[in-house]
Structures are given as structure tokens and as C-alpha cells.
């Protein structure tokens, strides 16, 4: 398998705009999660799937970010309208929480929002 | 809820020197602790894992941990320091009955030649 797969992996923006990432989980797995990185705050869950829907956004900063799984294959994370401070590396990971309880990370997608 | 705990932000050690990493956690119910390895601008990389069973786990590129209930503690070793080491380790915990993993801080290690 090729892993989880994070398009795209820069993303440079104006502020305002409709910011879209995109993550194809490893085939099989039945879980997903989305995670921020920044120096100031670490890596930070933001919403996690099971089974295509969604367990906990508890961690989605607030209503500008969404986040969808419309099939066990695809999910994306959309920033609108984007800010300046929403510049950070934004991680996928999928895991088969039946068997293997560890997730696969994604190489990421560095935003920056100017 | 479940947290961990990195202390030390960064660690220096010399080429063929121990390289010791602390991990404390924190879970109300029997953990899964976890040690990931980032090199920059890549991903996390598993290097070990504890869910149950024998409390030293054996990980990738000679890296080890051992699982003290007792202290609540899950740190990483290496008996002998490669300056490919040097990358960003983070320590994680979940559980049975929670999905998400929770990180620590990280703790970035840097290898003297």
C-alpha cells in the first residue's frame, strides 16, 4: 500500500480565500484524523472518524473549518474563509482500530496563509 | 481524559552515547503508549508500541521502552546514539474505548559527532 495520501503538500493562500486539503486513508482502514502541528501548540487532533463518520470534532478550532468523509477512501478539510493564523502543517493518519491501534500518518500539507 | 507528559524539549548527546527519552501518561483506564520519530518535514513515523503483554517493546532502528505501571512512565532508550537519530520523538496514549491519540510535546534530540 502507499500509505495515506495528503494533497497537496504546500498550499500558499491569500487570506480569505476557500482552502480545501484532501487525504486518501490506507485501504482497509476504518478510522481517520485530522491534526495540526504549529511550534506554539504541537500537534492538536481535530476531528476524527470511524466508519466514515465523524466521533469528535472537539478539536475543530471553530466554524470556519469543516470536514467530511463522504466514503472509507477519501476525506477533506476545509478552511473558509482562511486567516493568517491558520498557517500550519496539517496532518492525516488512518488506523484498523480492530488490529493494529497505531496510526499512519500522512506527509502532510504545509498552508500558509498570507 | 488521557494526556502524556515529554519532559525535556531537547536532548544533546554524543554520537555512541544512551539516548534517553521520558514519557509520563496519564489514562483512568489501562493504556496504549505509543513513540513516534518525525524527521523534518516529514511525517510521523511509528517507532514502537505498548497495548498489553510484555512491558519492554523492541522497536525499530534499536530503539526500546518499557511500560512501569507503577510510575506511569513509558520511556524511550537507545544504548548507543547515530547521528541519523536526530529528529523530533513524540510520545502518545490512547485506549480501548477512545479512538484519538493524544501527544506530548515532543522532544527534539540532537547528536554530537
Known amino acids: 500500500d502507499a500509505g495515506v495520501i495528503q494533497s497537496p503538500r504546500h498550499e500558499v493562500t491569500e487570506m480569505g480565500q476557500e482552502v480545501t486539503l484532501r487525504c486518501k486513508p490506507i485501504s482497509g482502514h476504518n478510522s481517520l484524523f485530522w491534526y495540526r502541528q504549529t511550534m506554539m501548540r504541537g500537534l492538536e487532533l481535530l476531528i476524527y472518524f470511524n466508519n466514515n463518520v465523524p466521533i469528535d470534532d472537539s478539536g475543530m478550532p471553530e466554524d470556519r473549518f469543516s470536514a467530511k468523509m463522504p466514503n472509507a477512501s477519501f476525506s477533506t478539510l476545509k478552511i473558509q474563509p482562511s486567516e493568517p493564523r491558520d498557517s500550519a502543517v496539517y496532518f492525516c493518519?488512518?488506523?484498523?482500530?480492530?488490529?493494529?491501534?497505531?496510526?499512519?500518518f500522512g506527509q502532510g500539507t504545509r498552508l500558509t496563509v498570507v | 481524559a488521557q494526556s502524556v507528559t515529554q519532559l525535556g524539549s531537547h536532548v544533546s548527546v554524543s554520537e555512541g552515547a544512551l539516548v534517553l527519552l521520558r514519557c509520563n501518561y496519564s489514562s483512568s483506564v489501562p493504556p496504549y503508549l505509543f513513540w513516534y520519530v518525525q524527521y523534518p518535514n516529514q511525517g510521523l513515523q511509528l517507532l514502537l508500541k505498548?497495548?498489553?503483554?510484555?512491558?519492554l517493546v523492541k522497536g525499530i532502528n534499536g530503539f526500546e521502552a518499557e511500560f512501569k505501571k507503577s510510575e506511569t512512565s513509558f520511556h524511550l532508550t537507545k544504548p548507543s546514539a547515530h547521528m541519523s537519530d536526530a529528529a523530533e520523538y513524540f510520545c502518545a496514549v490512547s485506549s480501548f474505548n477512545d479512538y484519538k491519540l493524544s501527544f506530548g510535546a515532543g522532544t527534539t534530540v540532537t547528536v554530537r559527532a
Open positions: 505498548y497495548t498489553t503483554g510484555a512491558t
Open positions: 493518519a488512518s488506523s484498523f482500530r480492530d488490529t493494529t491501534t497505531e496510526a499512519f
